[in-house]
C-alpha cells in the first residue's frame, strides 16, 4: 500500500485521518515529543464492552483441542472443555463469542450438534481443509462454554445452504419458553429452559463464501428470513446482517437503505494483511521494520473504513440505532510451513500486540456506532489469544493487550486531540503514536498509548482538561524484537509489566513512551 502526504506532525483528533496522509521521503523517525489533550471535560459515548469480543469457528484447532477436548480426556477438563483456557478467558472477561463461523457457518445445519454426541452424524468441513467434522461441540456445548467463560452468545445463523423454516426452528429451538415438540426435545437434550442469545446474524460474507450472492438479492434474503426470527417477548436477539468488508460500503449502503425494521446491526470485516493479500501474507514471525510498518499502515486503514460505513450510516439512521459490528478483525499471515494451510494457524508477536491496540483505540473513537467486534479468532486460530499443543497452552501478546484493555469495557469515551511525529520508512509512513482514553464507572481515566515506531522511545506530554490527575500508574507491553512471542517453551518471553515511568506537574502528565509498545495507564 502507498499512502501520500503533505506534512509531518499534523494534528489529527484522537490519531482521527491519521492515516489519510503519509510520506513519500526516505526512512526518518520521530523527533520532535508528541503532545495530547484529553477532554476529560466533553465525555462522549459509551464504549460498549462487546467491542471486545471474541470468534470462535469450526477451523482447525479453534474448537476441537483449543476449547473442547471431551469428557474423557486427559487434558483436565470441566464437562469437555480444558480447564487451562476456560480460566485463562475467564480472566479476559470476555463480553461475547461469535459462532460457529465465518464461512463453516453457511454449511453448517444446527440439527447435526444436538442430541447423543455418539449419534450426531459426521459431516464434512469444506471450507477448512477438508477435514471430518465431528459434531461434538453443538448447540448445548456452545452455551454451556460461553456460560463457563462468562460471554454473551453470538449466534451465526445459515443463510447460504439452510432456508428460513431452518433458521426460524433453530431460534425457538433456543429461545423458545412454550411447550412445543422443539423445546421438549431441547429438554430431553438436557437443557429445559431457554438461553438467552445476544446476537443472531443472517448469513456470513454473503457476497462470498457465504453464497456469491448480489446486494439486491441478499437484502432480501435478509428481510425474508429476519422476518422468520420470532421469539419470545424481550428475548429477541439483536439481528445482524451480513455487511460489507475492506473498502467497499456499497453492502453498509444497500441494507441501511433497504433492509428493513429487523435490521439491529450490520457486520464488516476487515483482516490486517501485511504483503500482497492472498498471494504473499508474509510470515508471522522473523519479518523486519518494513513488514512491521507495512503490518501496522495496514491495520490503520480500519479508520477509513469505519469512517466511510458510519458516514452512510449516519445518513440514514442519524439517530445511530442501527450498530456497525466488525465481527472480524485481525492480522493473517502465510501458514507456518509443514501445517495444514486450511487450518490457519499462526504466531502471535509484539506486532499483533501493537495491531489489537491500534484497534482497540479506533473501535473507542467510534464508540457511538462501532457497538461490537469479534477478533479473529480465539485460540489456534489467525490472531489468536491462546495457543495449544496437546496438554500445554500459551497466553499470545494480543491475549495480554485484551487483559490490559479491560478497563476500557463499558467506560465512557473520551475525546483526544493528538500532535504526533510519524514513523516513515521507504514510501510508508504511520502516526508514530495512537491514543484513546475513557472514565470509568469508578471515575478513573484510562489512556491506552500505542508506540508503532519500532526503535524510537517517544515522549509524550498529555493534559487533561476536566480532570485533576493526582496519581498514576500502569502496565507495558514491550521486548526487544520485533517478533516477540510466547512458545511453549518459553512461555513468558512477552509479558506486562508495571509501568513506573509517567508523572505528574502541574495537572500534565508526561512519560516516554518505550519503543515498539502499549500502555495502559489508570489516572486518579
Ligand atoms: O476467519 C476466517 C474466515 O475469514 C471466516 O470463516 C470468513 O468469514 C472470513 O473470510
Known sequence: MEIMESSLGLIVRGCVAALAFATLTGASAADSPATATIHADQPGAKIDRHIYGQFAEHLGRGIEEGVWVGEDSKIPNVRGFRNDVVA????????????????????????????????????????????????????????DFVQLIGADAYINGNAGTGSPREMAEWLHYLTSDKPTALTAERARNGHPGPWKIAYFAVGNETWGCGGNMTLDHYVDVFRQYATFLKTPLGARPEIIASGGHDEDTSWTEGLLARGGADLGAVSFHYYTIPGELWRNKGPAIGFGAEQWVSTLAHTLRMEDFIHANTAIMDKYDPQKKVAFAVDEWGTWYDPETGREPGFLYQQNTLRDAVVAAINFNLFHQHADRVRMANIAQMVNVLQAMVLTRGPQMVLTPTYHVFRMFRPFQDATFLPTDLQTPRYTLGNTSVPAISVSAARTAAGAIVIALVNLDPGKAMPISLSLPGATPRTVKGEILTASALDAHNTFDNPDAVLPARFTGASIKSGKLSLTLPAKSVAVLNVE
Open 88 to 143: 485463562a478467558l475467564r480472566e479476559l472477561h470476555v463480553p461475547v463469542v461469535r459462532w460457529p463461523g465465518g464461512c463453516f457457518a453457511d454449511e453448517y445445519h444446527w440439527r447435526d450438534g444436538i442430541g447423543p454426541r455418539a449419534t450426531r452424524p459426521v459431516t464434512l468441513n469444506t471450507n477448512w481443509g477438508g477435514v471430518p467434522e465431528s459434531n461434538a461441540f453443538g448447540t448445548h456445548e456452545f452455551l
